[in-house]
């Protein structure tokens, strides 16, 4: 009995955490909070907390930035777009902040990466896990 309350527990908190991340992928351009994720999904913040930490391995934050930034890596390679645009368009009012998030993440600028010849899986932080929403 207990086995199954844990089961059910379990599939409980990844349907949570999945709510939460196509949450965040379907707005990930938009100012959000941990608060924005943690109502929109009827949950507390202090619970999403805890089921993130169990199920992800890394904050909602940390995720919403990864994922930011992999959409600006899509946007960078196939569209002409200014980088400013590209900033905007992925969550980011200030052109300098991203790029400064967008260097801690991939080690190179936004038009760096644009011009590397390199292809990568820009979604490949998501492999191990089995929340794959892009």
């Not at 207990?2 to 196509?22: K, P, Y």
């Not at 980088?83 to 902040?97: H, S």
């Not at 936004?110 to 990568?120: G, H, Q, T």
Request: glycine share 2%; proline share 2%; hydrophobic share 35%.
């Amino acid at each position: 009995q207990d086995e199954g309350r844990t089961l059910r527990d379990s599939s409980a908190r990844i349907f949570r955490v999945r709510d939460c991340i196509d949450y965040i992928n379907n707005n990930y351009h938009s100012d959000l909070s941990l608060e924005d994720i943690a109502k929109a999904n009827n949950i507390s913040v202090s619970y999403m907390m805890s089921v993130w930490k169990k199920e992800v391995g890394m904050t909602p934050m940390e995720y919403l930035h990864n994922y930011r930034i992999s959409m600006a890596c899509k946007y960078l390679r196939e569209t002409d777009m200014k980088i400013k645009q590209i900033a905007v368009r992925v969550g980011y009012q200030d052109e300098k902040y991203f790029a400064r998030v967008f260097m801690k993440h991939k080690s190179i600028t936004p038009s760096e990466y644009r011009l590397s010849p390199e292809v990568e899986d820009i979604f490949g932080w998501l492999n191990d896990k089995q929340f794959n929403f892009k």
